[in-house]
């Protein structure tokens, strides 16, 4: 039999476990910080209750891991953390308090072909605020955004926080198709969202081709079109483009008066966006910071409001070269229709999700993170009669916080010091016949010369080799590390 | 559409989850100490590479949630964490320090039938000690549980370790059928041990029948028993009550030879006995803490050698009547086979898991844990043109640690009376009109005589019939609380 993981899954190590879970604690305080509440869901959910809202439907099995328990319901691994809390406040939503505020970090799954950098299983962080239609909900949302990036250690003006309406979009659609109505309306909306949505990828000439006819990638394979005729390509195109080189709100707001006050809806997005800009500037938000920009769309379908999209921006070195993680890196947006799906009553709804994986590998590079751990301290078991020895000075060592731990083997010296390199621990503690003899241990200091253990034959040899090494009394030892290791 | 969860999957709730999270700390911090390394590994596997080892064959598939990928190979959702380490040892072997240690805390998933207390979806956290055949292992293992459990705040002398040996219940196998071999041997195995399995839950005279000829349980289903004779089933459970009342190891070592010194095999887990019992001896750990008990067997079917189960003691009330969760919150044991499934070299393991949900259920009888959590302060958002100003206040008090919510919705007063109710918030704090003209703000306490919000009906007679609050310069806000909240 073959180890082997599945394709699009991954394993991740102890030093990534411990920057990321220093960057999830950071978080889940922030949030809890504006009274967001942490909320655990189950990963399996019926499939019908999570719904259709992924985008792409060129995806197998609609992106989404699904099959059938043992009483033959259809269930799916979640592909969010929205979908699953519209179930849970709709199950739950007497009881709750009204906004409803919760926090969520976990585990999702999408069924997609997995590539570079696309895994099928990652982890989200998110907020949400449901049953408030007031945009001072969606500044909140995007405040604390803003300020996570801040709290992670990103520097300033290297990130933003891009803001659009879904209303805007649905403006324009019509405008676009003013005979149309209901599901043809719908059908044609998505397409239309889901090729701007390839703004980034494709750029304007691949959007262009899948508004119009259609777009043959580089493999040969064919992405049918909107089939838009060359005006109404001009006018998406002008649309994606009005805020393209403004850089404050208010220039932005008055540039989207062109395309807003065209029918009510149009109106109604422009309002959104201007209280939005009214309270973040009143609470001194730069127009760095927060940026409104209409080629932002998101690609979840139920979005019926305000969308983010959280982004680091592509970082120049000396020679003008982009370097490091930049684009998306969380993104949400209100969903005005999602609880209501349980419900007569319309319950709206806004969140933020970070994206835990893209977001920990782009912090990497600011390096603001402490990534050195504690390494153990490394106990030789040199003769198995003495275990209980070994394993008294090691608990000795842990009450004082210190990592250690004694060499479970039965092999000999060379092994034992090549365990100590592969653990990267910086002290080895010796106690053999001679230190016992004593009532000494010797110390090795690994870090003073880091030793090739391969070229080491025996205890002896191995000892007149060595520089960084003391031999002190046994009652010491605790006061010698104790002094030497940071905690 | 109705909101609804999928049987045996449970919400977890903001409080329960803090608590969760401090138990799991203390674990994880616990653990490292002893050298044991983190590891995430993904939640889905190619089925063959998990393999077939839960106990129980009468469960639906397998007892696995299992699916085909969009590549049509079959893949399932870990039902532990040790299969999917199994895989990754093999995957890294000669990168990997040898002895491996690793500690994972991971969500796992059982396809059995839903009941009350036996959910389809848990959480393990576990710890393994993979490359070494030592019996120091094991005994680390054991000593690294027992004191989890005393570290988590559960009282001396209310759990116990139990330990048993696969090779001694092989070894009396052996006597039983000195005729079968192989795959026949294996299943007559596996039907004994899942009979003796259930001696905790049947009692003796279920086990007998379970031995002999099948039991019809409750519901009228009939389980095939393994059609032992009287005799037989004599010795199975004779051996199963061999340490019964013995509470002390040197005592169940003297009462094991009766039945170990009968064969090689006897022989060799009798040793393992012996020097688990050496090593714990010399470290003083205690005979109540870890205890020799031939009757527990361990449902995987992969242990191969010493197995362990941590238990709660049953606690009695004054009236004799025993209260509170009591019977196992983890179990692990030695796995030779596991790693080896994957490699033409012997690759030894051992290891133990905790049960999250059930010990933390446990815990929660302990209260050794302060489940108070810090709750917010309601800003009230009685104007929402001064949103603004809401929001600044609510920045300053985040600024020194104190959770600050501004209410989002746009009811009246009243329903931000009953939302700051429902989040269970003490101070609420009130910039009305008024207050705002003198540039002060009212802050009530409502611990002091919870008020019933239901009874308001306008500001101003809610503000009359309050005792509990004070109008404070609107500078002295944060002093005033900082003195009073406990972060």
Redesign the interface.
């Known amino acids: 039999?073959?180890?082997?993981?599945?394709?699009g899954?991954?394993?991740?190590?102890?030093q990534d476990?411990?920057v990321l879970s220093t960057m999830l604690e950071c978080l889940q305080a922030h949030y809890?910080?504006?009274?967001f509440?942490?909320?655990?869901?189950?990963?399996?959910?019926?499939s019908?209750?999570l719904g259709k809202f992924l985008p792409d439907d060129d995806r197998?099995?609609d992106g989404v891991?699904?099959?059938q328990?043992?009483?033959e319901?259809w269930?799916s691994l979640r592909y969010d953390l929205t979908a699953p809390l519209?179930?849970?406040v709709?199950?739950n939503y007497d009881n709750?308090?009204?906004?409803f505020?919760?926090q969520q970090t976990g585990?999702v799954?999408r069924?997609e072909?997995p590539g570079p950098g696309r895994l099928?299983?990652f982890s989200q962080c998110d907020i949400d605020?449901i049953?408030?239609?007031?945009m001072?909900?969606d500044t909140?949302i995007i405040?604390v955004a803003a300020r996570a990036l801040e709290k992670l250690g990103i520097p300033s003006q290297q990130y933003r926080i891009a803001v659009n309406n879904r209303k805007l979009m649905d403006s324009l659609l019509m405008r676009l198709f003013p005979l149309q109505k209901g599901a043809e309306l719908t059908a044609q909306k998505t397409t239309i969202l889901r090729a701007v949505d390839k703004l980034d990828r494709l750029g304007i000439t691949g959007v262009t081709q899948l508004l119009g006819q259609g777009r043959k990638d580089e493999s040969g394979d064919f992405t049918k079109g909107a089939n838009l005729n060359t005006s109404q390509i001009d006018m998406v195109l002008d649309f994606l483009t009005t805020t393209n080189t403004i850089k404050d709100r208010k220039s932005a707001l008055k540039a989207l008066e062109n395309i807003a006050h065209k029918n009510a809806l149009g109106e109604e997005a422009w309002h959104e966006f201007f209280r939005i800009d009214n309270?973040l500037s009143?609470?001194h938000i730069p127009d760095w910071q927060v940026q409104f920009d209409t080629s932002i769309v998101r690609g979840l379908d139920y979005y019926t409001g305000p969308v983010f999209e959280a982004e680091l921006l592509p970082q120049k070195n000396d020679t003008d070269k982009i370097v490091g993680v930049s684009g998306a890196v969380g993104g949400g947006g209100r969903y005005d229709g999602l609880v209501s799906?349980?419900s007569k009553n319309i319950i709206p709804g806004v969140g933020f999700s970070i994206g835990v994986t893209r977001l920990f590998h782009a912090l990497k590079q600011y390096m603001e993170y402490d990534f050195s751990v504690q390494t153990?301290v490394?106990i030789l078991?040199l003769e198995?009669d003495f275990?209980?020895e070994y394993?008294?000075l090691?608990?000795e060592l842990?009450q004082d916080?210190?990592?250690?731990?004694?060499?479970?083997?039965?092999s000999g010296m060379r092994?034992q010091m090549k365990?100590a390199d592969?653990?990267q621990a910086r002290f080895v503690i010796i106690e053999g016949e001679d230190e016992r003899k004593q009532n000494v241990v010797t110390i090795k200091d690994l870090d003073k010369g880091r030793i090739v253990s391969q070229s080491i034959s025996d205890n002896t040899q191995w000892r007149q080799n060595q520089e960084a090494q003391v031999k002190i009394p046994k009652n010491d030892v605790l006061a010698y590390l104790s002094k030497r290791i940071k905690k």
């Open positions: 039999m073959k180890p082997r993981k599945v394709r899954f991954e394993d991740v190590y102890a476990i411990s809890r910080l504006y009274g509440e942490p909320l655990y869901t189950p990963s399996i959910e019926y019908d209750v197998p099995n891991f699904s099959f328990d043992d009483a319901q269930v519209a179930r849970y709709a199950e709750l308090p009204k906004p505020k919760r585990t799954w069924n072909k099928r299983e605020i049953g408030s239609t007031s001072a909900s909140e405040i309270l009143a609470l799906r349980f153990p490394i078991a198995q275990m209980a394993f008294k090691a608990d842990r916080g210190i990592i250690a731990d004694v060499y479970m083997g039965e092994a365990y592969k653990r």
